[in-house]
């Protein structure tokens, strides 16, 4: 018994110094010290010992226990202080690797100037309202004063979805269908996207936006729209910015006006830039035509209005010198990025 005895200390010895984790160290404790073990397995047989035999025996069986589940709880803590230095190994964290760069998003040329239009005409009073871009020939020309055969519909070549639907060309729209839901004081203005069958080249996209801008009230005049425009300019530009007006011809306005702005280049002395105007052609304005009114059941007899239509990139491009309109729309965020 005695050789059985440090037969099973020997091997539990040899078997517990190579346990790699806590659930092989568990099982040998089973194996060795629990109920079916092979340590209580000896234990069992001490009955058929003689009398002096028995407390040897008794005392070596015991010290085998204790020296296994010494051992056992040696591996327990070590196998532990492994797990967690290992964990910690893992964790670790090189705090001179780069950091991951957050790149925040910008605003685009274009949003960033319709907002400060935006400002520009909600502190003088005026609402911001919005229009379908898939628009009936009637809101887009007919309404307007363009019936079918209309020169002027030459000029604003669209996208037909059928004889009566197309994508929009002007933001103009937008004035029948708010006289037709507003009754005056009307002061609004409208942006969004319009379409035109154009190539494209430095100053033309088949795609580009507009803001609208409509003011019908009694006793408003053609002074009330100089005004107004000077206004968004000189914000727009400085207080030194000058416009210009020459007579012109919308079907939908009468008397109608071209606004040149002055030149930011040369300050108006002429230069390659503006063609040696000194000016350069900005939007289309004038006094809303009798006849528009009548037809949206606004007395022309006691109310006038004026209205304007800006090319929002045109706007853009003179406030941040930008000479190529493609520039707008490529998404190239070497470009976007110095706004
Ligand atoms: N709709 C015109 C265009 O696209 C611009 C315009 C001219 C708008 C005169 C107006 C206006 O409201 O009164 O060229």
């Given at each position: ?120 005409f909600?502190?003088m009073g005026f609402d ?57 004081p009307i002061r609004i ?25 409509l003011v019908v009230d ?122």
């Amino acid at each position: 018994m005695r050789e059985a005895l440090e037969k099973i200390a020997a091997s539990a010895k040899e078997q517990l110094a190579k346990v790699a984790d806590i659930k092989e160290l568990e099982e040998l404790r089973i194996k060795f010290l629990g109920k079916k073990g092979e340590l209580t397995a000896i234990l069992k047989q001490m009955g058929g010992l003689s009398a002096e035999e028995r407390p040897v025996i008794g005392q070596l069986a015991n010290k085998v226990r204790a020296d296994i589940e010494q051992e056992i709880s040696e591996r327990a803590d070590s196998l532990k202080s492994e797990l967690s230095a290992k964990k910690m190994a893992e964790e670790t964290i090189d705090v001179t690797l780069p950091g991951k760069k957050r790149s925040v998003g910008k605003l685009h040329p274009l949003s960033i100037v319709l907002n400060e239009v935006e400002d520009i005409f909600t502190g003088m009073g005026f609402d911001i309202v919005d229009g379908p871009e898939v628009e009936t020939d009637h809101y887009c020309f007919e309404a307007l004063n363009m019936p079918k055969s209309h020169p002027a519909r030459d000029t604003q070549d669209t996208f037909y979805i059928n004889d009566n639907v197309v994508l929009r060309t002007q933001t103009s729209s937008v004035q029948i269908r708010t006289m037709e839901n507003r009754k005056p004081p009307i002061r609004i203005i409208s942006p969004g996207r319009v379409y035109r069958c154009d190539t494209v080249d430095a100053t033309h996209s088949p795609l580009f936006h507009q803001i609208e801008g409509l003011v019908v009230d009694k006793g408003i005049t053609m002074g009330d729209l100089i005004g107004t425009l000077e206004q968004l300019m000189k914000r727009l530009y400085g207080d030194d910015c000058k416009i210009r007006l020459r007579p012109h011809h919308f079907p939908y306005t009468e008397p109608s006006a071209e606004v040149d702005v002055m030149c930011y280049n040369c300050n108006g002395a002429g230069c390659p830039l503006c063609k040696n105007e000194g000016y350069i052609e900005l939007l289309g304005a004038g006094m809303v035509h009798p006849k528009v009114l009548e037809e949206c059941g606004i007395d022309p007899e006691v109310y006038s209005g004026f209205a304007f239509g800006v090319g929002l990139e045109r706007i853009v491009m003179r406030r941040f010198g930008i000479t190529d309109m493609r520039l707008l729309y490529e998404n190239d965020l070497r470009f976007l990025e110095q706004f």
